[in-house]
């Protein structure tokens, strides 16, 4: 009895050995941590960890205070919220173990989609051994190895075959709710992969009826239509996350952006066939034989399925299956087609990049598996098995021959390495397949899928795990909120980085401390965030990156900026005291900083910015509130002095003398972020720092240090065609000018709760009108009410809340309600009622027939 039960369970030993020797090799080579050098290092952890906070803070609401400036909390729906059912198994652990448990959660959905694609194949009638292979293939595709980047888009993968197998229930007792609820929870988990996978089930469902029945094309579109329908009822169950997340999505520049190319060039064209053949190489390159580069566009993601893909697929016409044989054929076609014209590439993913290729990973496995239980059955000679060897190798040989013609090699030492183990592992491939050996295929299989996942962390070492660190921060943070539970926001300095850590990569994790450690911050680094801030964010981000946005002393009161935390040995930014050191971080506040905000009628148009510099914008904005009034006049003083232009684009220096009140220069680089900024006494240095910040940033020396000369650096990576200027600053009045008239006028009485800001202000009976401003960031959620009644929202300073208000004592309260979050959930109770409903219709004939 127990040698039949461990029979039944002996498909999990490839898997379980596979994930064993992984998890065994990091945790003694890294302590337990796979993460690369992108989004799984500078977003997944860091978004895991800010959660972790979140929920043990009980700081979880509709608008999320700690990303950028805020935003929509449905902005992260898709990374790390509540309904990503991994998240529950971080939260068990004590945040310090976060990287780790990161890399067992993707090894646990390893694990699941060998499960499911096995169980998919098995249910469809393919062999123990044919599902093993099948499930194998997914599960060390070029696909899902490159998405390990991209954790969260692996969250569903698993579910994709168990929709599969509910689509084999279905065809068998035509239940239609397990369908239902099954789509409806991928899209609730992570709408953007469940989306990738709606077009697919359609294909599919026409597959598996061909095979099944003799159903007329008629019968066959009411069978698409019915499926339709379904798939329309559960996406509308996942309404209350689905709507507020597409409200975000609709707005990226990625899904807005215009089609690039009606058709694919034949590079491309040759870069995904080619793939075919080969593991994925460098994590931006998805194929060594093509030198085009990226991640998710155009290719990034490879197209490998293990060697015996396309091995089998050569065998598919020879095959005797005729109705098998074909539709197999006509699904490649299909998306072949589909991958001919990136125009539609947008139905299948809303973008043009290639993340939808999981589906030829699929039917991949579908073909195999269908074509080694075809050869194992078969009685074919060795006369078959040497042909098809030749015809493989022969491709091969063409594909070599072209790359090597165009000198698109990626790396031909590594490929000559490539080519010795294709040629051992089909050989012996074919060899198990002559002799009708099982096993050995499995075997083969099994050390193959292996093999490329270790590839895969040889080529792209894993980020060293002393790296990684979701605690380092901890006491500094905890300490400020324990010391000060106001509402105000923290810069970070831009050198608060692991000793070891490159300053590329570390800039993108930097941005994420506010989200992974639950403060309000000034940064962020997410692919999707609310772009009605866009006007004002555009000064800092770079594509969807917004680094920390010290250097810029115009914007610390347009955003709130309270504290300022950096080492013991840096120097604080314009206008922040000392107030003390915690571990090895100093503290410092901002001397002009007012809470929430201010009553102002000092007011200027905002089309009036428009052509002006970023740094022109941001002194008008520190005198000005700037709102869509008529206003026009404005004055600034003349505390900025231009003292150079750059001719050298590398290097500039100029010889000053610091003053008694102190000096800050700002450099205007525009598109070169990379620069340092020196000052020197008798050409020694006496201070320097180093900034990551585009179009201008300032660093601020203290009256005493002295100097006698400024030196600024470019990095000569980012040189372009901008002329550089050079600004001073020794007189500061006007910054203590409008601090002191901004601060009569000030909300008080601030209290935030997560989705609720309550404030009181007394307007002066003398008053202009004008406009209550505040640091609050502008989204189509936010309401305000004052006094009790609501009152309209203005945008103010580019992206900010603001309110026109009378004279008067006030109470103002601003409440927040995810956009189109209750129309969701009235979708969602829709999609459940007609989920019942559509149950109810097929069981209420066998009902009435007991009745009578």
């Given at each position: 009895m127990k040698n039949s039960q461990l029979k039944k369970l002996s498909y999990l030993i490839p898997i379980i050995s596979v994930i064993v020797f992984i998890y065994l090799y990091i945790h003694f080579t890294n302590d337990g941590v796979i993460s690369f050098y992108g989004d799984s290092y500078k977003q997944q952890i860091q978004f895991y960890a800010g959660m972790w906070e979140k929920v043990h803070n009980g700081t979880i609401g509709f608008w999320d205070w700690t990303m950028l400036f805020g935003t929509n909390s449905f902005a992260q729906t898709s990374y790390c919220q509540l309904n990503n059912p991994y998240l529950y198994l971080v939260l068990l652990f004590p945040k310090r173990l976060?990287?780790?448990?990161?890399?067992?959660?993707n090894l646990l959905k390893l694990f699941l989609t060998y499960l499911g694609a096995f169980w998919w194949l098995k249910g469809i009638g393919r062999s123990k051994?044919?599902?093993?292979?099948?499930?194998?293939?997914?599960?060390?595709?070029?696909?899902?190895?490159?998405?390990?980047?991209?954790?969260?888009l692996l969250d569903v993968f698993p579910l994709y075959f168990l929709t599969l197998i509910l689509v084999e229930r279905y065809f068998k007792d035509g239940k239609q709710y397990p369908v239902i609820l099954c789509i409806a929870l991928m899209t609730i988990i992570n709408f953007y992969s469940s989306y990738m996978f709606l077009p697919f089930i359609i294909v599919y469902v026409l597959y598996r009826d061909y095979n099944l029945h003799d159903h007329s094309v008629k019968i066959r579109l009411k069978l698409v239509g019915r499926f339709f329908i379904y798939i329309?009822?559960?996406?509308?169950?996942?309404?209350?996350?689905?709507?507020p997340s597409a409200y975000i999505v609709l707005k990226t520049p990625r899904v807005s952006a215009p089609y690039k190319n009606l058709i694919i060039s034949f590079s491309i064209l040759y870069r995904y066939i080619s793939s075919v053949f080969f593991p994925m190489a460098y994590r931006v390159v998805s194929n060594i034989l093509s030198?085009?580069?990226?991640?998710?566009?155009?290719?990034?993601?490879?197209?490998?399925?293990?060697?015996?893909?396309?091995?089998?697929?050569?065998?598919l016409p020879w095959t005797s299956n005729k109705k098998e044989k074909y539709s197999l054929i006509s699904f490649y076609a299909v998306f072949f087609l589909v991958m001919l014209f990136p125009i539609l590439y947008k139905l299948l993913q809303g973008t043009e990049e290639t993340r939808w290729f999981y589906m030829f990973s699929m039917i991949s496995a579908l073909a195999v598996s269908y074509v080694f239980d075809q050869l194992i059955l078969s009685s074919k000679s060795v006369r078959f098995y040497v042909r098809l060897c030749l015809a493989f190798f022969l491709i091969v040989i063409i594909f070599i021959i072209y790359a090597y013609y165009r000198d698109i090699i990626v790396d031909k030492n590594l490929l000559i390495k490539y080519i010795a183990t294709l040629v051992i592992f089909t050989i012996c491939y074919l060899i198990a397949f002559a002799k009708k050996n099982t096993v050995m295929i499995v075997l083969l299989i099994t050390m193959e899928g292996l093999a490329c996942f270790m590839l895969n962390l040889y080529l792209n070492p894993s980020i060293d795990a002393s790296l990684i660190d979701t605690i380092e921060y901890q006491g500094v943070f905890d300490h400020l909120k324990d010391e000060d539970s106001g509402f105000y926001r923290v810069q970070i300095s831009q050198q608060m980085r692991k000793e070891n850590a490159s300053f590329d990569n570390y800039n993108y994790v930097l941005a994420n401390l506010p989200y992974a450690y639950d403060i309000m911050g000034t940064s962020g680094y997410t692919s999707l965030f609310d772009f009605d801030q866009s006007d004002y964010l555009d000064r800092y981000q770079e594509s969807w990156t917004f680094y920390q946005t010290e250097g810029r002393l115009f914007n610390t009161n347009v955003e709130n900026v309270k504290y300022w935390i950096g080492y013991e040995n840096e120097l604080a930014p314009f206008g922040f005291t000392f107030v003390e050191n915690f571990d090895e971080y100093a503290i410092y506040q901002n001397d002009y900083f007012i809470e929430l905000g201010y009553f102002s009628n000092e007011i200027i148009n905002v089309d009036l910015l428009t052509g002006l510099s970023y740094l022109k914008q941001d002194q008008i904005l520190n005198s000005y509130v700037v709102a869509d009034e008529d206003s026009?006049?404005?004055?600034?003083?003349?505390?900025?002095?231009?003292?150079?232009d750059w001719v050298d684009p590398t290097y500039f220096e100029y010889n000053l003398s610091n003053d008694e009140n102190g000096t800050v220069i700002i450099v205007e680089n525009y598109t070169m972020p990379y620069l340092t900024i020196k000052f020197l006494l008798n050409n020694d240095i006496v201070y320097q720092k180093s900034f990551y910040q585009y179009d201008y940033v300032g660093v601020f020396c203290p009256s005493t240090i002295a100097f006698d000369k400024i030196v600024v650096v470019v990095d000569t990576r980012f040189i372009g065609d901008s002329k550089m200027n050079v600004y001073m600053m020794q007189n500061f009045q006007s910054f203590a000018e409008n601090y002191a008239e901004n601060k009569l006028n000030r909300l008080t009485n601030v209290v935030v709760d997560n989705d609720t800001v309550s404030a009181d202000i007394t307007v002066s009976d003398n008053s202009l009108d004008g406009y209550v401003v505040t640091s609050i960031a502008y989204d189509k959620g936010w309401k305000a009410y004052v006094d009790g009644k609501e009152t309209t929202i203005s945008v103010v300073n580019l992206g900010f809340i603001g309110l026109k208000i009378s004279s008067g004592t006030h109470h103002i309260v601003f409440q927040y309600v995810a956009p189109y979050f209750n129309e969701?959930?009235?979708?969602?109770i829709f999609g459940l009622a007609s989920t019942f409903v559509i149950e109810y219709r097929r069981f209420w004939p066998i009902i009435r027939r007991k009745k009578k």
């Open positions: 976060i990287p780790q448990i990161y890399t067992l959660t051994p044919a599902s093993i292979a099948g499930a194998m293939i997914v599960s060390f595709s070029g696909w899902f190895l490159t998405m390990y980047e991209w954790g969260h329309l009822i559960a996406v509308s169950i996942a309404g209350f996350v689905l709507l030198a085009v580069n990226g991640v998710g566009s155009y290719g990034g993601v490879s197209l490998f399925s293990l060697f015996i893909t396309p091995l089998a697929l050569l065998a026009s006049a404005y004055t600034l003083s003349d505390d900025l002095i231009k003292i150079g969701g959930v009235i979708l969602t």
